[in-house]
């Protein structure tokens, strides 16, 4: 029995390729995400590369909303870059506190929720926001590096946007329960290093050269600053990127 399986695989790998083949010379994104869907779901996900890791257990009990994950404590559908490899519609968490990504696949009749090894997830996407794992010696000096929402990506700058979660004990009616708090911090990626961007004299000290329009910039826009701090540094980066590009065309 277990032989035939292994034949089976090997026959549906085979025609995987071929299908890859042909998705590479001519075929649309959409139609490369569908083949990958349609191979992952024959050969079940605990038969390729994504099945290992350690088992997630929550030792923190939460009451109400204050858990230590993104979004919500349910899982979410979502894909992930891992080993090289993509894989799509897994249910996934992604745990803000521990900075680790979790996936819940079946073993046998049963789920079981993994903890993924860090250091092969290159990307995903949960509720529709992507990131990416981000390995860099200053970064890690700091505790600041692994996982980053892409906020802004052209081709002068970055910009990164690093979710954070801290843990408090609570007592309640002689029950222990924990409240995780979040908190986020701005990264900007510029001629191959990483700059800390909380504030305007952050962002001047890294462009001197554009102190006047990040003023400008800063002194128009302080409602947008106030209402959704990511849009306001996008906008600002966005300027900011034209203002290079134009300069590298003088």
Do not use: C
């Amino acid at each position: 029995m277990k032989n035939n399986y292994k034949i089976f695989i090997g026959l549906l790998f085979v025609l995987f390729l071929n299908l890859k083949f042909n998705i590479a010379h001519g075929q649309t994104a959409s139609s490369k995400e569908k083949y990958y869907q349609w191979f992952d779901a024959s050969v079940k996900n605990e038969n390729t590369g994504l099945y290992n890791g350690t088992v997630f257990v929550n030792r923190y009990r939460v009451v109400g909303e204050k858990h230590r994950f993104f979004t919500t404590n349910d899982f979410l559908t979502g894909t992930i870059t891992y080993d090289g490899q993509t894989y799509y519609d897994l249910p996934i968490q992604y745990d803000i506190y521990q900075d680790e990504l979790i996936v819940k696949l079946k073993q046998g009749y049963r789920d079981v929720a993994l903890q993924l090894i860090k250091d092969k997830v290159q990307s995903f996407v949960i509720d529709n926001t992507p990131f990416i794992n981000v390995v860099n010696d200053s970064l890690s000096q700091n505790d600041k590096d692994g996982f980053y929402e892409e906020l802004l990506e052209t081709s002068t700058l970055s910009l990164l946007k690093k979710y954070n979660k801290g843990r408090r004990k609570r007592v309640k009616n002689g029950q222990a329960f924990y409240e995780f708090s979040a908190s986020y911090d701005h990264v900007l990626l510029y001629d191959q290093k990483y700059f800390d961007v909380r504030n305007k004299n952050e962002i001047v000290d890294i462009f001197p050269q554009f102190k006047e329009e990040i003023n400008s910039f800063f002194n128009t826009s302080r409602k947008l600053k106030k209402s959704d701090p990511d849009a306001h540094k996008i906008a600002l980066f966005k300027k900011i990127h034209v203002l290079i590009s134009n300069a590298n065309n003088l």
